[in-house]
């Protein structure tokens, strides 16, 4: 008997959630009993402990049964019953012309890290609501990205499923505390994915009736924005800019949430054409924080060297740098000490090893770095 790789409280909560209602006696004897919505008098029997040696046996029967009840295939049945307590993104690429099955490992790579902005750009939205967000480093947010999963993808096109646990939250002063159908509060994850969905869908909109600036400024005036620079940055992030792809959202609600709370209200697919990117910059201009000088610690490659031979033989002067701040590459110059040009040379040699520079960065009218405290190569 092969193994069963989902859980026997992952069955009973899918079931449950199609109305399959719990037989409590049995729980004494050690076993998940639940009777068919159908009234018909089939059962799902199997064990509560899934190191049971008949578990396998009994579980692969509960779930023919039910596969036969949902009229879908079994492993189609299995991938949703992992996913019952988990409300799941899926970025989907296609193309109407040609299959879709993979994509490079530069842009997988991109695409994970531009999800992972959007899930901080969104989380970040629902715990402090502003149209940019200067550090994604939140606790709460941060703890997110740490619960979430990656699932399995499908055929026929390139699907990243991307897995936010739901997590019961009862409503706050609850008399009820601990009894099954009372008022659930909506969790961080939950919040987070719905958010997605609606400036998603408010994003379209705009694009679609060229309403960009009067979205801007609805967001900026607005009490709780739900749009930000982080999100259509992020959002910008996930084309597929070398074979043109449009990309999809789709949103899976987890099944057992929805026995205590209503389905959410909010689209469950929302699709952004390559056509649309253009637009989706100019959006992305407007939110774009107008800034005119940061003191920070700086990390960066350096781009090129311009300096001059002093009175001791040894470079120093102009050097250009690619600095990464938040999710963005800025160019900058600066002027280098004779042993700041020394380190910037080693980096420069060493295939553009980055460099630490702790120093004010003016932005305005152009990148560049002065009052440099600190200069050196980042690996040391």
Not at 32 to 61: H, M, Y
Not at 111 to 137: C, D, E, F, G, W
Not at 355 to 364: D, F, G, N, P, T
């Amino acid at each position: 008997m092969s193994n069963i790789d989902v859980t026997s409280l992952e069955i009973r909560d899918y079931a449950q959630s199609l109305h399959w209602t719990i037989v409590r006696e049995a729980l004494a004897d050690g076993l998940f009993v639940l009777n068919s919505p159908s009234k018909d008098g089939t059962q799902l029997i199997f064990p509560k402990d899934t190191e049971n040696s008949s578990f396998a046996e009994l579980a692969k029967i509960a779930l023919e049964r039910l596969s036969e009840f949902r009229r879908v295939d079994f492993n189609q049945l299995l991938e949703d019953i992992r996913e019952v307590n988990d409300d799941v993104v899926c970025l989907r690429y296609f193309s109407h012309t040609k299959i879709v099955n993979s994509l490079s490992f530069e842009e997988a790579f991109q695409t994970i890290a531009a999800a992972r902005q959007m899930l901080l750009s969104a989380a970040s939205s629902v715990v402090n609501p502003v149209v940019y967000h200067p550090k994604l480093n939140r606790t709460e947010p941060q703890d997110l990205i740490k619960k979430t999963k990656f699932r399995h993808t499908q055929e026929g096109s390139f699907i990243l499923k991307i897995a936010i646990p739901f997590e019961r939250h009862l409503a706050k002063n609850s008399l009820f505390d601990g009894l099954e159908g009372m008022p659930v509060e909506k969790s961080i994850g939950r919040k987070t994915v719905e958010l997605i969905s609606a400036s998603s869908n408010e994003i379209l909109g705009s694009i679609e009736s060229n309403t960009m600036e009067a979205l801007y400024r609805s967001q900026v005036e607005s009490e709780r924005p739900i749009v930000s620079f982080n999100f259509c940055d992020s959002l910008l992030r996930m084309f597929d800019k070398e074979r043109e792809l449009p990309f999809e959202l789709i949103f899976n609600w987890s099944r057992a949430s929805l026995k205590n709370m209503p389905f959410p209200s909010v689209p469950d697919k929302v699709l952004f054409p390559f056509t649309y990117l253009s637009k989706l910059e100019e959006l992305k201009s407007y939110f774009t924080p107008v800034k005119s000088e940061i003191t920070d610690t700086f990390y960066g490659t350096v781009e090129s060297l311009n300096g001059d031979i002093g009175p001791d033989d040894r470079r120093f002067g102009e050097a250009t740098f690619n600095l990464l701040i938040e999710t963005e590459i800025i160019k900058a110059k600066a002027n280098l000490t004779a042993d700041q040009y020394q380190e910037a040379i080693i980096a420069h040699g060493r295939g553009n090893a980055y460099v630490m520079i702790r120093a004010k960065l003016s932005l305005q009218p152009k990148a560049k770095l002065h009052n440099i405290i600190e200069f050196k190569l980042a690996e040391k």
